[in-house]
């Protein structure tokens, strides 16, 4: 599975959103101002304008390269199969959810909130195929017959192994924390490959 197509950007456009991206992690959507992210991304507040209409188009285009690169890391996790699985999905939910735990401003709470009105279908998106591959790894794995003998499904798995990123996420004060979490989640959910042997 392939992450989504995003417009082609050059580099400059990369430096600035991913100095977007910290700005808005550390500031949070509503105190974030065009000019700090000028001055993150060493041009001009004109030159930024002329990139992005205003701030919203700017945090929609930050917020779809950091999903972007954040599936892209989490789909590699998840490719590595001479890895075991309970591993990879560790490695992958790190990528996906675990980026910046711990490292938000205090003043970022509202990026939520922002995210969902802004970008809902964007983030719906890439939430959608983050589950899909994480599905797809667990039935191309042996845990795929234990689920069938136990009346579970791939795709229930995958949905809430996400969920607990996502509480985790919202709950740890760190990415150590967090990788602890979803280390006893994996092990919880691959306890029956562990049991065969």
């Known amino acids: ?75 590699a996790a998840l490719s590595h199969t001479g890895i075991a699985l309970e591993a990879r999905l560790i490695a992958a939910c790190d990528a996906w959810s675990g980026r910046f735990v711990g490292s938000l401003g205090a003043d970022a709470t509202d990026l939520m909130c922002a995210s969902t009105s802004l970008a809902g279908a964007t983030l719906t998106r890439y939430e959608s195929q983050f589950e899909a591959a994480v599905a797809s790894a667990i ?13 579970l499904c791939p795709k229930d798995l995958a949905r809430t192994l996400h969920a607990t990123a996502r509480g985790l996420k919202q709950s740890c004060a760190s990415r150590e924390e967090f990788v602890k979490g979803m280390t006893v989640a994996a092990r919880m959910f691959c306890a029956p490959l562990n049991q065969r042997g």
């Open 1 to 75: 599975m392939q992450p989504p197509e995003t417009e082609r950007v050059d580099a400059r456009q990369l430096a600035v959103l991913d100095a977007a991206v910290g700005v808005f992690a550390r500031y949070g959507f509503r105190k974030a101002s065009m000019d700090e992210v000028a001055r993150a991304a060493g041009v001009s507040r004109q030159g930024l304008y002329l990139q992005f209409a205003n701030k919203e188009e700017l945090f929609r285009r930050a917020l779809e390269h950091s999903l972007d690169t954040q599936l892209t890391a989490a789909l």
């Open 139 to 151: 039935a191309d794995s042996p845990l795929d017959g234990y689920c069938a003998t136990q009346d």
